[in-house]
């Protein structure tokens, strides 16, 4: 069976770019599910899927109401269905079902459709696209994400729930020394607090800066640290506005990183993880710091509740706490014997989420009888 998988974005930035990367990394070699894909964008990403050795076509497809640009990409898409006999489409992510639905339809080929957010409410296109070509199948990486989607469509959509899947990410221990030097500026017996998010206000870096800053009052020597940047530029001067929040409360114990491709080290050079975001739809990188063998707090409303369980050395805090409550819910995994009983029982919990039940699940989603 042929599958077109179309994904919009050819670089490399948030959970969605990395899930994809993971699942084309994750196949064996012998899934009967055969994978074409199309970026809809050039970029990093495009590039590396090339390299796997899957047929990788780049469309450069501009913005929706670009719509001499969409009926070209279109018509582009088309000819694609064509050539590699594709049997199935894979939307990665609603845009992509914009463009590939008509495309589809005209050649009868099912429409699957992959959604990393938690829709509240649908926009007119991706509406649209829903109901003009309505989905083979549905797909989101929660379950509270498949209830939100349900409870916005008009006609109900049976939408399953597929959890991420992430390896243990690999680390240098002389980059990890190298980098809690930095962070904790000579003092040995430091605490790093760190998350790793792309800059946009929904990710609440700002929530994670204030609850540093209450315990960095109470224990001068907890540090604070933030990986990740302006990914896409999709909130453009959010990260100025962010490290002048950092220095303003913390001073030189904040460190913003930046975007990091080997985020292994700068996981392995936390001692506590955090993921402030509202309406986390999974939570990546929560998995990897449960791999990492890091407590982990995160807030409800999302995927964390569905990855932090009774035995998992963490919590989960309301779905919109206040800095107070956020530290309060830290604070107890300063002391050393709960980071490390964090260090032997997270990673049981992290390899749950394994890389090769997510592309199973998904290639079996994908080849279902209709």
Sequence with gaps: MNVLVVMPLGE??????????????????????????????????????????????????????????LVRAQYEIGKLLDNWKIDRALAWMPKAGIYVSLPAKQRRIPLFVWRHDIPSLLGRLDRWMLQFNRPAGLACSSELACRALQSTLRNSIDATSIHPGTPRLSYEPSEV????????????????????????????????LQSIAILHREFPEVRALVVGG??????????????????????????????????????????????????????????????????????????????????????VVSSNPRPEEMALAIQPFLQPVARERANQQNPIRGESFSPHAMANRIDNWVSQAL
């Design 230 to 315: 302006e990914s896409h530029g999709l909130s453009k001067g959010y990260s100025d506005e962010l490290h002048a929040l950092g220095n303003e409360l913390l001073g030189d114990a904040v460190v913003f990183a930046g975007e990091q491709r080997n985020v292994g080290d700068w996981l392995q050079a936390m001692d506590i993880f955090v993921l402030a975001s509202r309406g986390e739809p999974f939570g990546i990188s929560l998995v990897e710091a449960l791999l990492a063998g890091k407590p982990v707090i995160a807030c409800a409303g999302g995927g964390p509740e569905e990855i932090i369980d009774d035995f998992t050395v963490g919590t």
């Design 177 to 208: 020394t190298k980098i809690r030097q930095s962070v904790l500026r000579g003092d040995h017996g430091g605490i790093v607090i760190g998350t790793v998010a792309r800059l946009q206000p929904w990710k609440r870096v700002d929530l994670f």
């Design 12 to 69: 490399f930035g948030g959970g969605a770019e990395k899930m994809l990367y993971t699942y084309l990394a994750s196949r064996p070699g012998n899934a009967t599910v055969n994978l074409h894909v199309l970026f809809l964008s050039p970029g990093g990403l495009a590039e590396a899927t090339r390299k796997m050795g899957y047929p990788v076509s780049v469309i450069t497809a501009g913005r929706v109401r670009e719509i001499g640009r």
